[in-house]
């Protein structure tokens, strides 16, 4: 009589989906972006910030989502809080407040701002111009950003501060009247602040 063996197998974990984020360095940047990852559980970004300089950066990004018409669904500013050693490469993982994007919509990753305690660079470009060529970014072709550089003596008091009226401010420009949710979350030793865009109306054109 033949016998039947019947195998029960664990279930199996679910792994985040992950898409390539698409970076944008700015000419005159002393930080480099590299592999950078989005992943839509979370949501979090992981990517590797590159210092050029001597001395210790504290580094700002600008992360941006499209949906495949190309349309801005969310927004987010992120200060990293810790700093990026002189002349090496550290590895930052960070979640994003965003809501509804996933792997099917295009991230971009720009560096907004970065501080030592002698200078400070920041994007000459205003932020309509920056979604614009995030934007042709995300559509795969070239784009150049710029950054001014200015002298300082030592650190701001707050590297990374967590204005929320500021913020809140910053989401209407950017996403206007389809504006549907911000975020500020201040915490030890950085800040996230996020836009998301309504999807009937998601982003202005600009």
């Not at 994007?123 to 995030?134: S, T, Y």
């Amino acid at each position: 009589m033949a016998l039947l063996c019947l195998v029960v197998l664990p279930a199996l974990p679910v792994l985040p989906a992950d898409r390539p984020a698409y970076e944008i360095t700015p000419d005159g940047s002393p930080v480099r972006l590299e592999d950078a990852t989005f992943f839509d559980q979370g949501p979090m970004l992981s990517l590797s910030v590159r210092n050029r300089e001597a001395e210790a950066a504290f580094v700002t990004l600008q992360v941006f989502a499209f949906d495949a018409d190309g349309r801005l669904k969310a927004a987010s500013r992120l200060c990293l809080g810790d700093p990026v050693g002189g002349t090496t490469r550290a590895r930052f993982h960070r979640p994003l407040e965003f809501r509804g994007v996933t792997t099917r919509d295009a991230v971009v990753v720009l560096v907004q701002s970065v501080v030592t305690e002698r200078r400070t660079w920041t994007l000459a470009e205003p932020l309509d111009e920056q979604i614009a060529r995030a934007r042709s970014r995300a559509n795969l072709r070239g784009v150049r950003l710029a950054m001014r550089r200015v002298r300082t003596t030592g650190l701001p008091d707050i590297v990374c501060p967590c204005d929320c009226q500021t913020i809140a401010t910053a989401c209407r420009e950017i996403c206007g009247a389809s504006l549907g949710a911000f975020t500020c979350t201040p915490w030890f030793p950085g800040c996230t602040a996020s836009c998301t865009c309504q999807p009937q109306a998601a982003g202005k054109e600009f």
